[in-house]
């Protein structure tokens, strides 16, 4: 177990709706990284929080959004789904900004758009 | 920009037969670079990291700054290394950027 929680572990639902993916990070972990992994794409960097505040974001569509609270849960928005939308979403943490720290994955949410 | 390139999607070797894992980087300052590994099942989770020098599970990896490369190693692959392996750098910003991962099948 890492620590890291994820929430739903499996979805399912209709194109065009929308949907939240929720993450708890470990214990004091102040950095989140969310990424999209399908089957001919690998593991595709979304977007990464430090301690509230956006640090950097990937290929992440516009339909996308995601946030981090003051408790340090984060929580990723998925809008309009498409049947391409269809992935694992994972969610990592890791303890500070800097250093060779090691991210630690939660088991991921697994989206199935039909 | 910084991008992360491991060529095989796919690599399938006999068990006991050395096995190596390519991948390439590109990053204009001084990279972190990691493997991590996803068995079936499981979570993804650190294999090593070069700044330790390590070998895990009889892995090695070593950074090749002049060849910008970080390629996975084992002399003698075994059966439970079956897995799906994703090479990562660390960027100063402390962002993670993955490859897009190799399967490994060791055929017994």
């Known amino acids: 177990d890492s620590g890291v929680t994820q929430t739903p572990k499996h979805l399912i639902t209709a194109t065009g709706q929308r949907v939240t993916l929720r993450c708890s990070p470990r214990?004091?972990?102040?950095?989140v990284y969310w990424y999209q992994q399908s089957l001919d794409q690998g593991l595709q960097f979304l977007i990464q929080?430090?301690?509230?505040?956006?640090?950097a974001k990937g290929n992440i569509l516009e339909r996308f959004s995601a946030q981090q609270f003051p408790d340090l849960h984060s929580e990723l928005n998925l809008s309009s789904l498409e049947l391409g939308d269809s992935a694992l979403y994972f969610c990592?943490?890791?303890?500070?900004?800097?250093?060779?720290?090691?991210?630690?994955f939660g088991q991921g949410t697994r989206l199935t758009v039909v | 920009a910084q991008r992360v390139t491991q060529p095989e999607k796919l690599l399938s070797v006999f068990k006991g037969a050395p096995v190596e894992l390519k991948c390439n980087y590109s990053?204009?300052?001084?990279?972190?670079l990691f493997w991590y590994v996803q068995y079936s099942r499981q979570r993804l989770q650190l294999l090593l990291r070069?700044?330790s020098r390590e070998s895990i599970k009889g892995f090695t990896a070593d950074l090749n700054k002049g060849e910008t490369s970080f390629h996975l190693k084992k002399p003698f692959a075994q059966e439970e290394d079956s897995a799906m392996y994703y090479c990562?750098?660390?960027?100063?910003?402390?962002?993670?950027?993955f490859g897009t991962g190799t399967r490994l099948t060791v055929i017994p």
């Open positions: 990592a943490s890791s303890p500070s900004r800097g250093g060779n720290t090691e991210a630690f």
């Open positions: 214990s004091g972990d102040l950095s």
């Open positions: 929080y430090y301690n509230g505040e956006e640090r």
């Open positions: 990053y204009s300052g001084s990279p972190e």
């Open positions: 070069h700044i």
């Open positions: 990562a750098l660390k960027t100063g910003a402390n962002n993670l950027f």
